[in-house]
């Protein structure tokens, strides 16, 4: 969040102005929700571009296990903060467990923009700027508005890899500001099913495999769809 200075040269003297404001002046959600639209153009690209990380296309039986990394605060995220997040878990990852051991998915987006009234400092800046006038300021960078217990990082692997999720996790943690607190899920990877009942709904066709997760089976529906269903398993 450091920024830099730049030269501005005038007719008698250098102006310097500021780089990027640091985020803790954007930490806290005051204000309405600042989405990007067609009324709001010039807004910077988020910095964080990928939320999949790893082996993104494994099948849902692949992984069993799922931790989170939970938002203890009502606060703002920035997508530099963000993107710090993803490459610090999986640069931990991809070194101990190898880049096909797990899959990682942020689950925070930056939509809210952040906006900023430069200013100018130095000799000669009060006859270049004015003040309050017009102080509504423009686009400066995008945030992610997260909630109390909002998940912010999920991460599937297996069993016998469950302490170095928890410690990416855990590294990953001191690229926000605020509290976050890392879980350990009861459910089946990324599914809502647990993982006691899971076997046993598998086993009987109440949930078939989706990609990386499930589709539910009710009891009820049309007959072809369940006679389908049924000729799998007895494969």
């Not at 930490?27 to 639209?37: D, F, T």
């Amino acid at each position: 969040c450091i920024g830099y200075i730049s030269l501005l040269r005038t007719d008698s003297s250098y102006i310097y102005t500021m780089g990027r404001r640091p985020a803790r002046c954007y930490r806290y959600c005051k204000n309405k929700c600042y989405p990007k639209s067609r009324y709001l153009r010039g807004v910077p690209d988020p910095k964080i571009r990928i939320y999949d990380l790893g082996r993104k296309r494994a099948i849902v039986d692949d992984f069993p296990l799922c931790v989170h990394l939970i938002s203890e605060e009502r606060e703002q995220l920035s997508s530099e903060a963000l993107e710090a997040c993803r490459i610090s878990a999986n640069k931990y990852m991809s070194k101990t467990m190898g880049k096909d051991a797990f899959h990682m998915r942020m689950r925070a987006h930056p939509f809210h923009v952040v906006r900023i009234n430069k200013m100018l400092s130095c000799a000669g800046a009060d006859r270049l700027q004015t003040g309050m006038r017009g102080a509504y300021g423009k686009p400066q960078g995008l945030v992610a508005r997260v909630r109390i217990n909002q998940i912010l990082v999920s991460i599937r692997g297996r069993d016998q890899h469950k302490e170095h999720i928890i410690e990416a996790l855990r590294r990953s943690k001191f690229k926000f500001p605020g509290r976050q607190r890392i879980m350990v899920s009861s459910k089946w990877g990324f599914t809502r099913f647990g993982r006691d009942v899971y076997p046993e709904m598998r086993r009987t066709g109440k949930i078939i495999t989706d990609g990386v997760s499930v589709q539910y089976r009710p009891n009820r529906g049309p007959l072809e769809i369940w006679k389908k269903d049924q000729t799998k398993l007895a494969r």
